[in-house]
């Protein structure tokens, strides 16, 4: 069974055709949950058949497109009060994700919203960087000390930074992938191949890194909660990427060792909306994929698409084992899941004893009648 909301992403013409008062309702609170309202307004908008759906299904499409032109305006704003801080660094400061896609103009970007502002920078001027950051206001809230430990030591960012004014969030890496992981990710390519912006003291990948990081965030993550969102984010990267030429692609992703996510990537693409692969791109790739991963890949799909299936929360559970076992590897992912079983333990405890301490101190007395 696939997602309303994926079904309107896939063919808007036949979804409109075939939809009802119930189905406008789910594909809004899916569009909501996936924050997709936006981009949904602009598809229809896009294929001239923004006129032709219900008035009040027009009424929270357009509100994704305001608050995503609302977002866009305080991301610019945002990056100006950034660009004092970094203007003499002499080395390359990547923007990723949702804030490259926005500033970089991509059509996709349109109605899209993101969480935060992902910063690359390479590892040896890390300190730097985040220095520059807690210049300008942007400072690490608290965490337990295993989970700061948990960042620095195997992740590929700093602990989330936020603005102590402004609540903007910038997540600062010195990779694409955490650091822990077998996959041996590369980075330098995405550094030395980034396209600096006119005026700024910041750089954007190229479009088919953009497309190859989507295609690692989206097949070696943990996380199921927006997959709709990601899948339509790798589609959208994909037609900015091949216009400019399969081959770049491939080549991308040969530069991040990346190949064995982009065959994922190209495979159900190819399932969900019909792109045509060449045969050569297929041939280069496919010597770095684990094919019984790739037939799993679709299967996984499947059932987490599909609530009513009877594997849908196996799927779920497996998709975050898995996730988690290419971030970290087996002994690595034991040693984090004792650990922090060990730490959730104690919190619980001094959370109870604190508790236990405060009602004690609230409770009533006796009133001391005879």
């Known amino acids: 069974m696939t997602p309303v909301c994926l079904q309107l992403l896939q063919n808007p013409a036949k979804f409109i055709e075939h939809a009802n008062a119930q189905i406008w309702t789910d594909l809004i609170h899916q569009a909501r949950e996936q924050a997709l309202l936006g981009s949904c307004y602009f598809l229809l908008q896009d294929a001239g058949l923004y006129d032709a759906i219900p008035e009040k299904v027009k009424t929270h499409l357009y509100s994704g497109y305001i608050y995503a ?52 920078v390479p590892q040896q001027q890390f300190p730097d960087a985040l220095q520059r950051l807690n ?89 199921t909660h927006k997959l709709v969102k990601d899948l339509w984010d790798l589609y959208q990267l994909y037609l900015d990427a091949i216009a400019e030429g399969e081959a770049n692609i491939v080549q991308a992703a040969t530069d991040l060792n990346a190949q064995a996510a982009v065959y994922y990537a190209f495979d159900v693409l190819e399932w969900l909306f019909q792109i045509n692969v060449s045969a050569l791109a297929l041939t280069q790739l496919k010597p770095f994929a684990n094919h019984s991963q790739r037939r799993s890949m679709r299967w996984l799909l499947t059932q987490l698409f599909n609530p009513q299936s009877s594997w849908h929360r196996l799927a779920h559970i497996w998709w975050a084992i898995r996730g988690h076992l290419l971030k970290m590897g087996p002994m690595t992912l034991l040693y984090h899941s004792v650990a922090k079983s060990v730490e959730q333990y104690r919190e619980r405890r001094i959370h109870t004893a604190q508790q236990q301490q405060q009602d004690a101190l609230t409770k009533p007395k006796d009133a001391g009648f005879q």
């Open 69 to 120: 032109q609302k977002q866009k305006i305080s991301l610019i704003k945002e990056m100006l009060k950034l660009e004092p801080f970094f203007s003499d660094a002499p080395y390359p400061c990547v923007l990723l994700k949702g804030c490259a896609y926005r500033l970089t103009e991509l059509a996709m970007a349109r109605g899209r919203v993101f969480s935060d502002i992902d910063i690359l």
């Open 135 to 223: 210049e300008a206001g942007f400072i690490e809230f608290g965490m337990s000390d295993y989970d700061r430990r948990y960042y620095l030591r195997w992740s590929h960012q700093h602990p989330p930074l936020i603005h102590y004014l402004r609540g903007v969030s910038i997540d600062l890496h010195h990779h694409i992938y955490p650091v822990s992981s077998q996959e041996n990710i590369l980075i330098e390519p995405m550094l030395r191949q980034s396209i600096p912006l006119a005026g700024s003291s910041f750089a954007v990948p190229t479009k088919a890194l953009m497309f190859v990081h989507a295609c690692v965030h989206l097949f070696y993550q943990d996380e």
